[in-house]
């Protein structure tokens, strides 16, 4: 069993003369979550499409599963559930009817993952009342369900919290987390919104213009916007051992150039520069680093918010 659900190697799509996505290479283990950040009109639902086989790639390949056969594609695809863009639902039937139909067309045996899944999804009493008359965040939890029908072990979701309340992004949220937790359901979903993915997601794309500018898991993202002090000095190994020994911290990270970044003393940078000096330590630099999560994306894009 390969321990990657997905892989791409130079993936792009062109519409006659521009790149909707260019060379994209994102790797997906088992097990994550994988939040796709972007602004609106970045590539992230053209990479979606592509992934769950509603379009073909220009150039470049798609691995699912460990396969990146074309033709064995279209299999490894079955074990995917998605929504892209609006869920597909039929106004005028009910929760039910809705998932039966689809039961149907996916030829899945049995009623009795109709009833599990409305149960999953939060819309097991909600009896006759047609899908024409659900609130948005109703009509995302059974477009959810129509995506999780068939039990798939890879679940991907192209904005799903676009238009609802607050309420209703939380309790997506949680669900995806139960899916996750319990149920080991291996995620990718898009979003321009960071602060939601950021709650959601231990892996990160970030897309802009069709091309992926950077890939992190969610300890490497909070170390990079994690506030600290940036210190260079001529010893860095004599300037650990004195902010352990003086200092009392081990709060400190020794990077591969000698840097030595200070998570704590944010406050009394004059504390930190007179204990190193006063010890024989010359100073090259010292600055207050890190950022807001806003700040980074912000910066990494160009200066553009995409929150």
């Known amino acids: 069993m390969s321990d990657f659900i997905l892989r791409t190697n130079k993936l792009s799509k062109k519409y006659k003369s521009d790149f909707a996505i260019e060379n994209i290479n994102v790797t997906i283990k088992r097990g994550e979550i994988y939040g796709f950040i972007g602004q609106n009109g ?4 053209t990479m979606l499409r592509l992934v769950t086989g509603l379009t073909f790639p220009t150039s470049g390949s798609i691995e699912l599963f460990g396969n990146n056969n074309p033709k064995e594609l279209i299999d490894e695809q079955k074990r995917t559930g998605a929504i892209i863009e609006q869920p ?12 039966e139909v689809h039961r149907l067309q996916k030829g899945i045996p049995g009623k009795e993952c109709i009833i599990n899944t409305l149960e999953l999804v939060g819309l097991r009493d909600t009896g006759k009342k047609k899908a024409k008359n659900f609130s948005l965040g109703m009509k995302q939890r059974l477009g ?5 029908l068939s039990d798939p072990e890879f679940l991907i979701l192209d904005e799903p919290t676009n238009g609802l309340d607050p309420m209703g992004i939380v309790e997506l949220r949680e669900l995806i987390k139960v899916l996750n937790r319990e149920k080991g359901l291996t995620v990718l979903i898009s979003s321009h919104m960071l602060s939601e993915l950021y709650q959601l997601a231990n892996k990160f794309g970030i897309i802009h213009r069709g091309k992926l500018l950077e890939e992190l898991t969610g300890k490497e993202l909070d170390e990079k916007c994690r506030q600290h002090l940036r210190i260079k000095v001529d010893d860095p190994t004599k300037g650990a051992t004195i902010l352990e020994k003086q200092l009392s911290t ?3 990270e020794v990077m591969p150039d000698g840097t030595i970044k200070l998570f704590n003393f944010l406050d009394d940078v004059f504390t930190v520069s007179r204990t190193l000096t006063s010890n024989g330590l010359v100073i090259e630099h010292l600055s207050q680093n890190g950022d807001s999560l806003e700040n980074y994306f912000s910066k990494l894009i160009g200066g ?4």
Do not use: R
Request: hydrophobic fraction near 55%; charge should be negative.
């Open 42 to 45: 970045a590539g992230k639902s």
């Open 144 to 148: 959810l369900g129509i995506a999780l």
């Open 88 to 99: 597909a639902l039929f106004p005028n039937m009910t929760a039910y009817e809705n998932l």
């Open 304 to 307: 553009v918010d995409i929150v």
């Open 250 to 252: 081990t709060d400190f």
